[in-house]
């Protein structure tokens, strides 16, 4: 680890918690692809068209996850059933609506999230500043996408606080 710089165990820490990430992620994926596959209604061109944009910018988080990990010299989990057993993403039904779709996936925001932050502050505890550099602008993009789809599922007379 020395051409990191960085203390070998407290890298363990580091990868535990992004291991945890990388199978939140992959459920997170293949949710989005189930909501991509199974929209349907008067919401079908633009919830499908959204669909795909975040399963591809899941896509390739997943792959930046996994090979900061690989950087950090460990190997990342890559099996299914370690992802299913590791994740704090749930698997979610097909034959949901709209509405019950954009609650999954802003719930699932929620659990990723908090699994971020996680995340960058066991990398601190580390000085790994490329891991908490590389997910906290995951973090950004996650509350942003988080407030259009909350603003998606919002009535036009809702009003925002002052």
Do not use: C
Not at 61 to 81: F, G, Q, Y
């Amino acid at each position: 680890m020395n051409y990191l710089n960085l203390d070998k165990g407290k890298t363990e820490s580091t990868v535990k918690e992004l291991n945890v990430l990388l199978a939140d992620y992959h459920l997170y994926y293949q949710k989005l692809r189930n909501f991509h596959w199974n929209i349907f209604g008067k919401n079908f061109f633009d919830l499908h068209e959204k669909f795909e944009e975040l399963y591809d910018d899941a896509k390739l988080k997943i792959d930046e996850i996994a090979e900061r990990i690989l950087t950090l010299r460990h190997m990342p989990v890559s099996n299914l059933s370690d992802y299913l057993k590791n994740s704090n993403v749930k698997e979610s039904k097909s034959d949901i609506t709209d509405t019950e779709m954009i609650e999954a996936l802003l719930e699932d925001h929620g659990t990723i999230l908090k699994q971020m932050r996680k995340v960058v502050e066991t990398a601190d505890k580390g000085g790994d500043e490329g891991t908490i550099d590389l997910i906290g602008a995951y973090i950004r993009e996650l509350e942003k996408t988080s407030w259009m789809l909350d603003a998606w599922r919002m009535k036009t007379n809702d009003t925002l606080k002052k």
